[in-house]
């Protein structure tokens, strides 16, 4: 007890040197450790690198990439992906590539025919007078 009395007052002045540790942080509170993040590219100071509404770590675990800002998760039905940028139309019956349009989903969201690359997809268009 004696010596826990001179203690004290050493650490208090600041006699003793306390022990640093290099302690991993997580600065933008996004789920990724700063180290992490200066690894894969990301902005350590921003929870959203890319600036698409998503946080990094958000996009990281559902496959997406958080430093393309075209490249998020997406709110509709379906899983969306991107198509290979050489397909080339071969017209609008059963069977054939269409022309890649876009349009507003339900979520506000523009969706382009491409993002359903792989897919099936059928296109319901109705219109009165």
């Known amino acids: 007890m004696k010596h826990i ?3 004290i007052p050493l650490v208090l002045m ?5 022990e ?14 700063t180290s ?3 690894e894969i590219g990301t902005n350590p100071e921003n929870a959203d690198s890319d600036g698409d509404g998503y946080d990094d770590a958000e996009e990281i675990d559902e496959g997406f ?8 998760p997406y709110l509709g039905e379906y899983p969306i992906a991107r198509c290979d940028p050489g397909v080339t139309p071969t017209g609008h019956a ?15 969201e523009t969706v382009n025919l491409s993002d359903f690359c792989g897919k099936v997809v ?3 268009a109705s219109a009165f007078w």
Do not use: K
């Open 20 to 33: 640093v540790h290099n302690v991993d942080l997580d600065i933008d509170e996004d789920g990724l450790m």
């Open 36 to 38: 992490f993040e200066e």
């Open 65 to 72: 990439d958080p430093i393309d800002e075209e490249d998020y």
């Open 14 to 18: 600041g006699c003793l040197q306390a």
């Open 94 to 108: 059963v069977g054939q590539i269409a022309e890649d349009f876009a349009l507003t989903d339900q979520h506000g």
């Open 5 to 7: 009395s001179l203690f």
């Open 122 to 124: 059928l296109l319901e």
